[in-house]
DNA sequence: GACAAATGATACTAATATGGTATCATTATA
DNA sequence: TATAATGATACCATATTAGTATCATTTGTC
């Protein structure tokens, strides 16, 4: 059982690198070659990143990608969001029957509370804590 | 992004309806009559928890399957194990390079300690606390 | 303006995990 | 000894994850 796949761990690392005082546009040329990720792959998640508003783009010779905001404000539960889908530890499996059975209704609450923290925790990594913790 | 996935779902509620104050035989035709899942696939889950110590077995005719323990120690974080693996939040990607990375030993910090939290909320339930708080 | 270097979009493929079925062997009881 | 149960095992279908391939578009530089 993992928590994250590693379209989301690859992601994660492709933003610490990118989280440079300066900002700047990083190629995906220059990732790969510190990073070691297979390319094409990486090109999707950075694409994905773009489209969903983590990071800005710039097409054309000397283009690249670079954070489309402060590193602190982005978090490990976005990404999380972003390539595994929304956190529903808690998720009905009997959907149409609503909740037949006392007890399953109760382990739900149980699931949310977990739910709850974990997200609080998730939310407390972001890309800006990363970078800046390296000591 | 879910935690737990149905077969262990399904682990869970076979395991809260056997929880009896008697712990007598049950058989599968009885659990599917109440729980109504597929006859094979339950029949699957209960071998599995019987090679894994959770119930044990009867062959033959008034034959069935009945808690190894009391319903007070087996634990959704027992479950998970059995059907989803180990967990292990923290997995680290690149194996056989040993954390090159800073930043990525940073992370598997912090996902040890939310990993931690999360164990310790998993092992907080149990069968007969799902059981019992039924009112 | 042409070329080269970059991303955008999209479709496809491979591997693994999940959610089951199917079948036959074995055992115990009435 | 028939039958009702589990034991073992192999198989199958679908979804998710991980990754590839290809072509279109944009843009800086000569």
Redesign the interface.
């Known amino acids: 059982?993992?928590?994250?796949t590693?379209e989301t761990?690859y992601a994660?690392?492709a933003l610490?690198y990118m989280a440079r005082p300066k900002n700047s546009l990083v190629s995906v040329a220059e990732l790969i070659k510190e990073l070691k990720f297979p390319r094409p792959f990486l090109r999707k998640i950075l694409q994905t990143l773009k489209r969903r508003r983590v990071l800005k783009s710039h097409k054309g010779k000397r283009g690249g990608f670079l954070l489309a905001r402060p590193p602190e404000k982005i978090f490990l539960v976005d990404l999380?969001g972003i390539f595994?889908?929304?956190?529903?530890?808690d998720?009905c499996?009997f959907k149409k029957k609503l909740c037949p059975?006392?007890?399953?209704c109760?382990?739900r609450k149980?699931?949310q509370?977990?739910?709850a923290?974990?997200v609080a925790?998730?939310r407390s990594?972001s890309i800006g804590s990363?970078?800046d913790?390296?000591n």
Chains 1, 2 share one sequence.
């Open positions: 059982m993992k928590l994250i590693r761990d994660m690392r610490v999380i595994q889908g929304p956190i529903e530890l998720e499996l059975d006392v007890n399953v109760l382990l149980k699931l509370k977990i739910e923290e974990v925790q998730l990594i990363l970078r913790e390296r």
